[in-house]
């Protein structure tokens, strides 16, 4: 498994990136809220999280996207120590939150 899990995201006129600990997180999960349907968690091995926020969409479509595209990379082998992915529709990237017990 890669290293570092690398996500370059647009952000109004500026492409940003935001860089992952590859081997720390478990898994993304599209977390559907009824309303905008927008976001998508990044878990952690120890329990926080980190929340991406995409344009949203026809009942998650853009989430479901972006959940399945970084479920892929993690669980593929890539021969290079970083896992690089590019979004269009992914708005902001959080800081990590404890989950609280």
């Not at 990136?17 to 898994?27: G, L, M, T």
Request: hydrophobic fraction near 35%; glycine fraction near 6%.
């Amino acid at each position: 498994m890669a290293q570092r899990l690398k996500i370059n995201y647009q952000n109004g006129p500026q492409t940003k990136s935001a860089v992952f600990n590859a081997d720390d997180i478990f898994r993304a999960v599209f977390v559907p809220d009824g309303f905008g349907d927008d976001q998508v968690y990044l878990y952690t091995s120890t329990g926080s999280y980190f929340t991406l926020t995409s344009v949203g969409g026809d009942f998650g479509s853009s989430a479901t996207k972006i959940e399945a595209a970084i479920n892929d990379a993690l669980t593929s082998s890539p021969q290079s120590s970083v896992i690089e992915l590019n979004f269009s529709n992914i708005t902001s990237v959080s800081s990590p939150i404890s989950n609280p017990a």
